[in-house]
């Protein structure tokens, strides 16, 4: 445990206040280039700093920071199909292929079932969170708070719309992104008092072979929502959007690595079973602050990205319907099928259910690409893109939860 809690707490409020005060800066929150990042940025590193330090150090040990890295490389040639979708829909308009349209509309059903799963992820996880400092921090009391903000939603959805809550994307980027510095600060901190007292480690992995591999398949969805840059294009021109994707990609990378990095080697790894809030009480190890700062963070981000794709889900619903199912029946089923997830499988068990989802609209996305490639003769691309098609439906077929 740290010795001096106030004077670390007060350095690490200083860097939360001035990395929010940066962000909020008018040539930084109204720079076109880094509004167009925010949306694909928030959906990656939504939830995946909360869960995946504990679960990568309890899994991999001192491999954590390679399983990370594979994690984020999967990510990247899943993005690389996507990106040049966006390209070619920009220079070849609606001049498709049947096969691509039918593609692409299983795309978009495939997506809605994905945002299905994952509202219900980050809605258990804002559940484990907004009890995990109180007294009543039982999987129950988590699930009933789960369930009265699914309600919350369908009411609000059902009855006045989402307009409110438009503006809680940039501000929950800001709270995370300033979290996630004050939390680096922090480990940054603790690495070095740990490396100079020679108590750093590299723990043995518990997870080997075909297990390792599957549960890194069934975490996919913790650097998943890089695609949100393909759907913005009412908003931002094709080079803006490819651009903020790779940008949104690179960002989530560099901050994973550093902050496996750093908890995988000064921090103890949690005994026995791991759990979603397993990463407050390892926080709790390096300032007495940070569970507070993770807990505000993880309402926040929470929150709007169950919002976000709630409202995903229902416009593609729509759309794909020609109309005949509107948004909000789409979100009656959503908020149904989030009961029904809620109560009867853990929140490991959800995070692998929305990897294969999301896997599977990633293989359908790389098999487009495939097939767009190998109509413009670049038969190379198109066999790396199918090759990326066979990884996102291995992942979708094998991807398992964690233990928890």
């Not at 280039?33 to 990656?44: D, E």
């Not at 040990?61 to 990247?76: E, F, N, T, V």
């Not at 759990?275 to 709790?284: F, L, N, P, S, W």
Request: glycine share 10%.
């Amino acid at each position: 445990m740290p010795t001096s809690f106030s004077a670390l707490d007060a350095l690490l409020v200083a860097v939360l206040l001035a990395t929010a005060w940066w962000l909020a800066r008018p040539a930084v929150s109204r720079n076109r280039l880094w509004q167009a990042t925010v949306t694909p940025l928030a959906s990656i590193i939504g939830s995946g700093f909360l869960v995946l330090g504990p679960l990568l150090d309890n899994a991999y040990g001192g491999y954590a920071p390679l399983a990370m890295a594979l994690l984020c490389a999967a990510a990247w040639v899943m993005g690389a199909a996507v990106r040049f979708n966006i390209a070619r829909l920009d220079a070849q308009g609606h001049d498709r292929s049947s096969a691509e349209r039918r593609l692409e509309r299983m795309a978009s059903w495939a997506l809605s079932g994905a945002y299905v799963i994952s509202v219900t992820y980050y809605l258990n996880l804002f559940g484990s969170f907004g009890v995990s400092l109180t007294p009543l921090h039982e999987t129950l009391h988590g699930r009933l708070l789960t369930s009265a903000v699914l309600l919350v939603i369908l009411g609000v959805g059902w009855t006045k719309g989402f307009k409110a809550l438009e503006g809680l994307e940039q501000v929950s980027v800001t709270v995370k992104l300033a979290v996630i510095a004050a939390l680096a600060a922090g480990l940054a901190v603790h690495f070095g008092e740990a490396g100079a007292a020679g108590t750093l480690h590299a723990d043995a992995p518990r997870e080997t072979g075909w297990q390792a591999l599957t549960l890194g398949f069934g975490l996919i969805v913790t650097v998943q929502g890089f695609e949100t840059s393909r759907y913005l294009g009412a908003t931002y021109d094709a080079p803006t959007r490819i651009r903020s994707m790779r940008l949104a990609q690179i960002i989530a990378t560099l901050i994973y690595l550093v902050y496996i990095a750093l908890v995988s080697y000064a921090v103890a790894s949690p005994e026995g079973a791991v759990h979603e809030t397993a990463v407050i009480g390892m926080m709790r190890e390096v300032a007495p602050v940070l569970p507070l700062l993770l807990v505000v963070a993880a309402l926040s981000a929470q929150f709007s990205a169950a919002v976000a794709d709630t409202v995903g889900c229902g416009g593609l619903v729509e759309e794909e319907s020609g109309g005949r199912l509107g948004e909000r029946q789409a979100y009656g089923v959503l908020v149904a099928v989030g009961l029904a997830l809620t109560w009867t499988s853990g929140v490991f068990e959800i995070i692998a259910y929305a990897s294969r989802a999301f896997a599977l609209y990633y293989a359908l996305q790389a098999a487009i690409a495939a097939l767009g490639a190998r109509r413009e003769g670049r038969m190379h691309l198109a066999a790396g893109f199918a090759l990326v098609a066979a990884l996102a439906l291995a992942v979708t077929v094998f991807g398992t939860p964690a233990e928890g």
